[in-house]
């Protein structure tokens, strides 16, 4: 055999739709938590709508679906949340990471977001300037991507370090993180074309990685 066998089937694209269906539903509380034995942590801050006014929807499905894969821990919005928890200090949202840390001692958080569709990159990797995560881990992460036909790729386009950031939490905590921000068209689930098979094949690298990278 000269090549991997795919590990991602149409039934798991499925359940991504059910999950992004469900992130519309009004919730009675703002964030959950699902635990797994992976000492990684995927976060989705942006994966209901904000305060400011947008959402980063494919986030919330694809974290909850590597976590069914890999068993990776995920810490994701829902509902309505009160602020954005990517720009403000102290909130719920953050200090519930913060207890994830010290409880599971992750050796990586990833925090997932969705850039828009004119971004002139599949992925950026936001390290505040490389000092929140070590190239190497970059380069395990954006070969398992490649693999998968993504290919241009991009590093602190968006670095993560304008605001109390989770990827600054993490670094304040000593924790290896970055913010991964992944074209729009690389996560779009309410079509059934080329952008699914898309989301495919971005879940497969990712779930390469967590599983064989980490």
Avoid at 99 to 112: G, S
Avoid at 124 to 149: H, M, N
Avoid at 151 to 156: A, P, V
Wanted: hydrophobic share 35%; net charge positive; with cysteine.
């Amino acid at each position: 055999m000269i090549h991997p066998r795919a590990a991602i089937h149409p039934g798991h694209i499925h359940l991504a739709k059910h999950f992004l269906k469900a992130s519309y539903k009004e919730k009675d509380h703002w964030f959950k938590v699902k635990t797994g034995a992976l000492p990684v942590i995927l976060v989705a801050s942006h994966a209901a709508e904000t305060d400011r006014g947008f959402a980063d929807r494919g986030t919330g499905p694809l974290a909850r679906l590597l976590h069914k894969l890999t068993g990776a821990t995920i810490l994701y919005t829902c509902g309505s949340p009160p602020c954005d928890p990517n720009r403000s200090k102290n909130n719920a949202f953050q200090k519930k990471l913060s207890e994830l840390i010290d409880e599971i001692e992750p050796k990586l958080v990833i925090d997932l977001h969705q850039a828009h569709h004119y971004r002139p990159f599949d992925v950026d990797f936001g390290t505040q300037y490389g000092r929140t995560c070590p190239a190497s881990i970059l380069r395990k992460v954006t070969k398992s991507l490649q693999r998968e036909g993504l290919s241009n790729f991009s590093q602190d386009y968006f670095p993560a370090i304008k605001h109390p950031t989770i990827t600054q939490l993490c670094y304040e905590k000593r924790v290896c993180a970055f913010q991964l921000e992944i074209n729009a068209n690389w996560l779009t689930l309410d079509r059934d074309d080329i952008y699914t098979q898309r989301f495919a094949q971005l879940t497969q690298g990712l779930v390469n990685y967590l599983s064989h990278g980490t």
